[in-house]
């Protein structure tokens, strides 16, 4: 569920083998060729692949300091591996954040303020971004990454499953609007389908999976997670205490234990992607972000979906989504800050957007290159780009990491039947709001 990011390149980083073949290890200044910028991602496949394939038109136009990309663990609220090195001095000259986390590393002391560098190379550097990954990307005025790219989340549906089930796929087609929370309810009733055991083998819809968040089901009921002014957490909003009802309510329906049983059996934990339920028909739809297609062409390419818009409380209720994105950064004590920032105004300026756009079928952060998306991904589910304007995203909190956990521990317990919503989320706010108190004014 989470994008949590692979670890393989770690063997590469730590192992002695590196070391006895005569090997720096990577980020320390003696194993960085003169000039070079060292770029730390903790991206896996086909992510990684397609950076560096920014990484290399880059280095094609650039003959002064090439870029160099190193792989690295990480995930978006995990960077304790850039933490260490740059605590030790060893850290890489950029590095790639998600960037909803800006705010809390640059109080972590590890990012560098890229404000004045940005307006050196053009006046209103931060103007050409989309507003909401611009304020992501700074911190009480001052500017710390820079977004890189962006998505949106979307329904995808197995299309021959719904048509085993005597349901035509044409009732969520796009053109008709989001669906209604239960009009998916009816949908999956009429695929769920359980063995002599009383097990799930075939299910419509787990809300909680894929990209099925807290936020995904708060911002549904149009719940707010931050009064950013007042300075607050707001876990107990209304609209957020409804999006975890909806979550409980689903899965006792369903049954905690036959839900949990079937995640257990057809998505246990480092499956490889070909195994997941969606695509060997156990499971017809599912939350997921722009970039699924990817996945499902080179795993599944034999497999027919569509995308329709996120279910909305009732029908006829405006389609919505929501937003992260990835940054490019410069962590302290990077030792080539002018090459770096070099770097990265190209990388997630409108060339570097477009090579990653086009390989990774994400979406800009360039605000400029929206109304190119048709062209730039003519395969594209128009549900997925069409519900951009109604996006909404996490808010930039110097917390954003710790909020995030606390959210997802909630859901959990939620998911479970063991705790009630409001009884989850007054404890999100008990556990998060005393540590937001110290960074306090938040404008």
Known sequence: MKRVFGILSILLIITGSAFAAGGAQPGAASGDAPGEVLFWTPQTQPALGNMQKVVDAYNATNPVAKVRMVQVPGSETDATNLMTAVRGGTGPDVYYLDRFTTAQRANDGILVDITDDLEKIERNF???????????????????????????RGLYVNIQMLRDAGVDPAVLDYRRGAPSMALIREIS?????????????????IPQLGQGWHYTWGFAYGGKFADLAGGKVTPTDPGVVSGLQFLYDWNREMGV?????????????????????????????????????????????????????????????????????????????????????????????????????????????????????PTLLPNMKPALYLSLPNSNTRPPLPIAALYWDALSRAQ????????TPLQALQEVEAQVQPQLIRFLPLQ
């Open 126 to 152: 931060m103007s050409k971004y989309v507003p909401y990954a611009r304020e992501e990307a700074t911190w009480r005025g001052r500017v710390y990454a820079l977004p890189h790219n962006t998505d949106t």
């Open 412 to 419: 959990d317990l939620v998911v479970q039947n063991a705790q």
């Open 257 to 373: 234990r036959e839900v949990q049983s079937f995640i257990s059996s057809y998505l246990p934990p480092n499956a490889p992607p070909q195994t997941h339920p969606f695509i060997t028909g156990n499971l017809a739809m599912v939350i997921n972000t722009n970039s699924y297609p990817v996945t499902m062409a080179q795993y599944a390419p034999d497999v027919e979906f569509d995308c329709a818009y996120l279910p909305v409380v009732k029908e006829g209720d405006k389609p919505y989504t929501w937003s992260g994105g990835w940054s490019l950064t410069l962590p302290v004590g990077t030792k080539r800050k002018d090459a770096a920032v070099a770097f990265i105004a190209w990388a997630a300026g409108e060339p570097g957007n477009r090579i990653y756009v086009r390989e990774q079928a994400t979406f800009p952060s360039v605000a400029a290159l929206i109304n190119e998306l």
């Open 189 to 205: 009733r009429k695929i769920d389908t359980k063995d002599a055991q009383g097990q799930y083998t075939k299910v419509g819809f």
